[in-house]
Structures are given as C-alpha cells and as structure tokens.
T-cell receptor, first 114, second 115 residues
C-alpha cells in the first residue's frame, strides 16, 4: 500500500528565509508525486508534480521539489519565503496502476514570522 | 473559469440526522473523487467515479455513507444517521481522464459539524 510521511507537523520561518518541507513516500513502483497547498477555509491548490524525467521540478509561487528515489523523498523548497506562503502543505503520491486516487500525508503547517 | 463547486459550504446538524452534499466538477472532467479531511490531518480518500460508475470505495465509507453521480456530471454524498465522528471537511475533486497522471482539482469543501 502506498503511504506518505511528512515528519514536520509545524514549521516556523522568518520572512525572507529559505524553506524546506520534508516528504517521504512508500510505494512499490514508480510514484507520481505532488505537493498541494491549503489556505485556511480553502480547498487544495497544486504547487507542483513529478511524473518522470528531470528530478528537480519547478512549480508555482517560486517553489521547487526534488525527487530522490534512493531516499524515497520528495522535499519541497523555496529560497525566500513570503508572508503569504503561510498555509498548510500536503505531499501526495499517486500511481499509474490500480488505485487511481492520491494518498496524502498529514501535512505541515507553515508559519512565517515578520 | 468555473472550478469545482461544492454546496453547502457549511452544515451544522444534530446527531442522527441525514445530510447531503453536492459537488459540481469542472465540466470536461469525467473523474470525480470524494475525500474527507479532519482537523490536523491530510485528506483521506472516500470514493471515486469515472463518469457515472463508482469504481472504488474506501473502507472509510461505512454503510451510512452513499455517493452517487447519476448522469456523470454532478455528484452527491449522503450521510445517514450522522454521528459526531462524522464531523469533518468533505472535499470533492475532479480531473480529466487523460492517462493517470492528471492533477486533481479540488473544491473548497463542505464542512460538517455534528452536534
């Protein structure tokens, strides 16, 4: 069964500082990996996705993520955080066979200090 | 741009009552998903439709839950005899059927509070 672990429940960074949110997945075949962001009271918005090819993927709002197969990780990064980035971030894994739904991690809540 | 629309956005009900949520997906999307999200957790998969066919149901979907997508367009999620443990955000998502790599587009959710 596929699963996603986001080890950090809550992270606080200063505005302008760099950010890395961790994501580890468990899946037997080639995973399809996603990062979504959720602002309070809102639905989820896709930041970026990885299916194949270049292991460093660029997303919206200046985010990027790197797929590392050897570490089963797909960490999200941003070089300089803005106050508007404060939100909850979810990593998700999907597959190309069998189950068609995404499996989500429990999320990391990001706070940005001025 | 009409994204995924969910109604009502918030429902407060008493234990034992029935509730129904509606989801209108993006019009060209033939795949529709329901997820449940509780406080501090990520979305958990409930069920999935391809057109009008319900192809997969999670073990989370007890007998009190039923979902339909009668004409392959909008979908409804009904919860009968609600319990306090049903309090959660119910999220609907849709995507195209092109391959299995398409992203899910989420609605803003329907929050259920069971008193």
């Amino acid at each position: 069964a596929q699963s996603v672990t986001q080890p950090d429940i809550h992270i606080t960074v200063s505005e302008g500082a760099s950010l890395e949110l961790r994501c580890n997945y468990s899946y037997g075949a080639t995973p399809y990996l996603f990062w979504y962001v959720q602002s309070p009271g809102q639905g989820l918005q896709l930041l970026l996705k990885y299916f194949s090819g270049d292991t460093l993927v660029q997303g919206i709002k200046g985010f990027e993520a790197e797929f590392k197969r050897s570490q089963s990780s797909f960490n999200l990064r941003k070089p300089s955080v803005h106050w508007s980035d404060a939100a909850e971030y979810f990593c998700a894994v999907g597959s190309d066979t069998g189950r068609r739904a995404l499996t989500f991690g429990s999320g990391t809540r990001l706070q940005v200090q001025p | 741009d009409t994204g995924v629309s969910q109604n009502p956005r918030h429902k407060i009900t008493k234990r034992g009552q029935n509730v129904t949520f509606r989801c209108d997906p993006i019009s060209e999307h033939n795949r529709l998903y329901w997820y449940r999200q509780t406080l501090g957790q990520g979305p958990e998969f409930l069920t999935y439709f391809q057109n009008e066919a319900q192809l997969e149901k999670s073990r989370l979907l007890s007998d009190r839950f039923s979902a339909e997508r009668p004409k392959g367009s909008f979908s409804t999620l009904e919860i009968q005899r609600t319990e306090q443990g049903d309090s959660a955000m119910y999220l609907c998502a849709s995507r195209t059927g092109a391959g299995n790599t398409g992203e899910l587009f989420f609605g803003e959710g329907s929050r259920l509070t069971v008193l």
